[in-house]
């Protein structure tokens, strides 16, 4: 059912239920206001018949005005006196007299009218005022008809009706109305939405002016439309560069092996085939490895548990100096405690930390000393790694933990120099990606007052969530 119908139903649901309530209070209100009315005239016609028979005695008869009825009763309910037209029975029993003897009583009746002749007079209902007279065991009763008070009701009761219907079926198309160019705006985002492209969601939707509920409904969808744009601009730049990657070593390969096929080749040349194909696959074999640790760190969650931060560290320096290298480099560990317990996921830290050493090992010169400083402060976990190289590029700073993002390539050692090969650029991705998994920062800097880069992990430890 559309939300325009559903909300004009609901309205005129509402709508009925006022009306109701309305006519059901005017209603009562009215018939108690006639009511007083009635009560009030009657107290005076009761006064006045008491003045009479005080003045002429029991035996005269009463004059009222047209349209009310008196009567004179005795203690046991029998008719003494009463107007021409209530002179056919009693307005009251026996039981209601004993009470009227002991104060006003007020009663709702019945009175049939003598009848004329063969004509015959419909019963009336009459409201009745019974009071004693003042004389023992007599009671004077006056009465009225209650024509008006029911005629009064009733048609205001009509016209409520009339009044309540019109409203009513006015107001089912007016919330109808009225709810189609409230959702008009909500209607047009919509029907944009539906014709939005993955590649064209950063356009986003016509926000209409305003500071409403839809404008706000707008400039979210607006917010998370730019999100999944970059988002999908970040994942077809990163599909982009992974086939770039993958394409060198796999050309690379391909060279080596259709030579090796080839008639006449000596065997040096194999083993030269064969060991450019093996560094390639190697290679390879690196850049698989770090695209799922990337897809890996976004998709799952980290396993939070309490270790010695200084024990990690000492771990990925023995790991650092144990692996192949050209040239010596010299690592050491700085804590200001021992041992230095913190919380996160050990697994995803020290990946972290492997590859800002390794990263640091790539560009110290031979004989130059790479620091680990791991500390603790204001809830927070803080793993600085700083080398004596010559530091980050100005302009590479601010990218320098996106994918596939490399140094200068006058930074980058050639196997002429017999160091490692240059990586394919994920391993601070994969430092930031760490980072993120922990709710940390990874920030990258380059030494005041000399040369050497400066790589910071800070992440707080007081929570297990991510």
């Keep these: 059912m559309p939300i325009r119908l559903k909300l004009a139903l609901q309205f ?67 008719l003494v006196q009463s107007t021409d037209d209530a002179r056919s029975h009693p307005l009251l029993t026996p039981e209601q007299v004993a009470q009227a003897s002991r104060g006003q009583q007020f009663f709702n009746g019945v009175m049939q009218p003598n009848q004329h002749g063969r004509t015959a007079v419909r019963q009336q209902q009459v409201r009745i005022l019974a009071a004693p007279t003042g004389r023992p065991g007599l009671v004077v009763v006056v009465a009225t008809s209650r024509e008006v008070l029911d005629e009064a009701t009733e048609r205001a009761a009509e016209q409520l009706l009339l009044i309540g219907s019109i409203v009513l079926l006015l107001a089912g198309p007016g919330a109808w109305l009225l709810a189609r160019a409230a959702l008009r705006p909500v209607e047009r985002m919509r029907a944009q939405a539906a014709e939005l492209e993955a590649r064209d969601a950063g356009a986003g939707l016509s926000v209409p002016g305003g500071r409403d509920e839809i404008s706000r409904l707008g400039d979210t969808l607006n917010a998370l439309l730019g999100r999944l744009h970059e988002a999908y601009e970040r994942e077809c730049a990163f599909v982009a560069d992974a ?60 396993r939070f548990v309490r270790f010695d931060l200084v024990e990690l560290a000492e771990a990925a320096r023995l790991a650092a100096l144990s692996g192949p290298r050209s040239r010596a480099v010299d690592i050491v560990v700085e804590a200001p405690v021992r041992p230095l317990t913190v919380f996160g996921d050990p697994e995803r830290i020290r990946r972290a930390v492997d590859n800002v050493v390794a990263n640091a090992r790539r560009f110290s010169p031979p004989g ?44 980058t050692r050639t196997e002429e120099d017999g160091a490692e090969q240059a990586s394919a650029g994920l391993g601070l991705a994969i430092v930031r990606s760490v980072m993120r998994a922990h709710s940390g920062t990874a920030t990258a800097t380059n030494r005041e007052g000399s040369s050497g880069a400066r790589v910071t992990l800070r992440w707080p430890t007081g929570t297990g969530s991510s």
């Design 368 to 411: 130059g000393c790479i620091e680990i400083e791991v500390a603790e402060a204001a809830g927070h976990a803080e793993l600085t790694v700083t080398d004596q190289g010559p530091g980050f590029e100005l302009d590479f700073l601010p990218v320098a933990f996106e994918r596939f993002r490399r140094h200068d390539p006058a930074r």
């Design 12 to 78: 005129s649901g509402v709508t009925l239920l006022l009306l109701l309530g309305v006519g059901a209070l005017f209603g009562i209100d009215l018939r108690a206001d006639l009511q007083r009315s009635m009560d009030t005239g009657l107290r005076s016609r009761a006064d006045d018949l008491i003045a009479q028979l005080e003045a002429i005695g029991p035996t005269a008869g009463f004059r009222l005005p047209a349209g009310s009825y008196g009567q004179l009763l005795d203690s046991g309910g029998r």
């Design 243 to 302: 086939g770039h990657e993958l394409r060198t070593p796999l050309s690379v390969l391909r060279g080596e092996l259709e030579l090796a096929r080839r008639p006449g080749r000596s065997s040096e040349q194999l083993a030269a085939t064969v060991e450019v194909a093996a560094e390639q696959t190697e290679r390879l074999i690196r850049l698989a490895e770090d695209l799922l640790v990337l897809d890996r760190d976004e998709h799952e969650t980290a």
